[in-house]
């Protein structure tokens, strides 16, 4: 898997939309696990969000750990959970992440988490 990193909460990776410091709060669960591409691989913090639609990775994150991005063919529309617009999503990574004995290949929505 390639050397392992251990992040801090600022550079947090999140299973939907989140502002890191609410997890000091401890109230949003979050899974320990490691998150691979190619040569990459980090231990990272995972918030399970069980309201988001998809999968997002935050965009500046990915920028600070070179993680490898696609364009989509056509920028998709984010809506927050309020209703209100946020940023196009016109980029995504695929990467896999390892829970345990567990690999799963998944494809990240690049967006503005914090």
Known sequence: MG???VLGE????????LNPHVNKEKSHLSISCVL????????IS??????????FIDKSWVKKTGLKTY??????KLTL?????AEDITDVVFAELHFGKHIQKLKFEV???I
């Not at 691979?36 to 231990?43: G, I, N, T």
């Open 46 to 55: 995972a918030m399970v969000d069980s309201g988001a639609t998809g999968l």
């Open 10 to 17: 600022e550079a947090a990776f999140h299973l939907g939309a």
């Open 81 to 85: 959970f309020d209703g209100s617009p």
């Open 3 to 5: 050397n392992r990193s």
């Open 36 to 43: 691979s591409q190619k040569k990459f691989a980090a231990e």
């Open 71 to 76: 364009k989509r063919r056509k920028p998709i």
């Open 111 to 113: 967006t503005t988490l």
